[in-house]
């Protein structure tokens, strides 16, 4: 009955899934963990409400986070409570009744041809040329793009097998 939700986040980091295997992923659930510490962690989790947890949540929206990360924050939260409903310290998960606001959005956009062609009128090495004329031609990615090796490259077919990608 005494146990904080700073307790329950700290026992589900201790030991990781095991099929998290990503770094990124790891680090992404310790700042949530952190972040749920900081706003929740001294409260008892029997006496945790929806009401704070969304409270929670809509305090990461007001900061203008983005609605990926307030939905990864809620995430590991359900997670953690589950965690604990699973083990007999909690009868439910108030975090999976919550509702998910909403964030900021940042909108993206694609070079436009006449972009690209600016950029390749630089004065480009060999490399960077053939870079960005491979990403453009082909819409990869910067980590796609470097994942490629020769081994992917189907000369004969035409093709570019898209395998790994560097992080």
Not at 6 to 25: C, F, G, H, M, Y
Not at 37 to 52: E, S
Not at 82 to 94: I, K, P, S, Y
Not at 120 to 134: G, Q, Y
Request: net charge positive.
């Amino acid at each position: 009955r005494d146990t904080t939700v700073k307790q329950l986040v700290e026992d589900w980091l201790a030991p990781p899934a095991p099929n998290i295997r990503s770094p990124i992923t790891k680090q992404v659930h310790r700042d949530a963990a952190q972040r749920i510490i900081a706003a929740l962690g001294n409260v008892k989790a029997v006496k945790l409400t929806i009401q704070q947890v969304e409270d929670f949540l809509q305090g990461m929206a007001d900061d203008e986070y983005a609605t990926k990360t307030i939905s990864i924050n809620r995430s590991v939260l359900i997670r953690v409570l589950h965690r604990a409903q699973r083990n007999g310290l909690l009868t439910q998960n108030v975090a999976d009744l919550s509702d998910c606001p909403t964030g900021t959005r940042i909108k993206t956009r694609a070079l436009t041809r006449a972009e690209v062609n600016t950029l390749l009128a630089l004065d480009l090495t060999l490399w960077w040329r053939a870079a960005i004329t491979c990403s453009v031609q082909l819409g990869l990615r910067p980590g796609e793009l470097l994942g490629l090796g020769w081994e992917d490259v189907d000369f004969k077919a035409g093709v570019i097998r898209v395998r790994y990608a560097l992080h």
